[in-house]
């Protein structure tokens, strides 16, 4: 298998020197469990911090992340490439490019100032005009006349088990004990009942702030049913001591782009906590709808489904949430669970993949330096948790499944790692091969 690896370079206080060449077991073979090896030297760029290739053509895009640009390269051997025409402004910190299934155009999102870039390609591949889209406003920005509103999920909410009794709990000015222990015992409900409810029930009662934002109480209402009440005790206070609104200012954080069916494109706001569907065209975006996470979750990456479901991987909350388009067409928030039940304090999610078969979801943990692995039920409605896995390496930043191969790239320990997976359990095993790269960032299979 082979494979293209991008790095961090001498502009984000690194040593690579570009896009480098990889192969993982026999070059011929479509397997990836044998060794890892670089081939050739790598091909000159600034911190390719991302890579997409062309579906039609020999070409690669890269997002040179830290000149806020985009550049293209053909392939000009089995492990070479060459620059093909000049490199194109995509906003501050371009962190992800993503190439049209018909090959006519790219997008670009940037971290940095939230820009999402279209670009023209020509027949060859080369980089066209450029236009930038619709800038996003934060949904949870009441005092801004231009903000978009949150969606309204009360219908939805009220069918959720338990949200009837906690409404009504609180209406009647319930203590934290009593509504601890009516958290504890309830059925948890999913995703979609959980933030939507609680500002509900805070509009009912005309207060500003949330009293419920607390993790534990967060976590019951999500799905996590081995919270005790006695962990919640005291800690909720029905007067409003804890505020829902971040303590740092926010900012638009363009992040990831994936196509979606029908014409769609699907891109993530992480300082906005948005997801946004548009419609493209050769010649641009237009914003068709937006989606509202929960506050504060911070939409990273995404992974569609074979299903049509469209799973999303917070970077803040380390949660997966699950979208999928109603019948007429637009897009909405289902359900969500944690990434995983033993992530730490303070990790943060970075990639979230896929098995070949649809039936597994990978989520990096930086931090505690984990793979979570959760299977896909209920044709693709519902996840659930399988295993925390080991990831063998330091702050894992991107990930590959290749068949029954996982492969890793560790920014802080400098290496890719490649592990088994159980393809009956979906669960990675040990780490039997490693690759010297320095601080790589993404690892892109060349079929």
Known sequence: MRLWIGARGADMKSEARGIMAATAGEPDSPLAGGPLSLVGDAVEAPSPTWLAAHPKLDVVYAALEAQGRVAAFRRTGEATLAPLGSPVEAGETT?????????????????????????????????????????????????????????????????????????????????????????????PTPAIGADAGLDDILALLGQSKNPFDDPAVRGILRGARDTPAAALAGGVDLGGAASAEPTEPRTPRAHCTVFLPRGLVATTDLGYDLVRIWRTSPRGMTLDHEVALPLGTGP??????????????????????VLSAGPDGRWALRSGIAASPGSLPGDSAAELTRSRDGQFLYAGLRGSDTIAVLRVRDQGDRIEHVALAESGIRKPRHHVVLRDTLLVAGQDSHEIASLGIDERTGVPGRVRHRLAVPSPQHILPSF
Request: with cysteine; proline share 5%.
């Open 95 to 187: 962190c992800h490019v993503a190439v049209a299934p018909d090959g006519s155009h790219l997008i670009a999102t940037a971290w940095g100032n939230g820009v999402v870039t279209h670009v023209a390609l020509d027949a060859s591949g080369r980089l066209g005009t450029r236009t930038e889209a619709e800038p996003s406003a934060d949904p949870y920005d009441r005092e801004n006349a231009g903000g978009t509103s949150a969606p309204d999920t009360s219908a939805l909410l009220d069918e959720q088990p338990g949200v009837a009794d906690l409404r009504s709990l609180v209406e009647r000015g319930a203590d934290a004990s009593q509504l601890a222990a009516m958290l504890a015992g309830a059925t």
């Open 300 to 321: 990273r990456h995404m992974s569609l489904h074979p299903s049509g479901h469209l799973y999303v991987v917070t970077e803040h909350t380390c949660e997966i949430f």
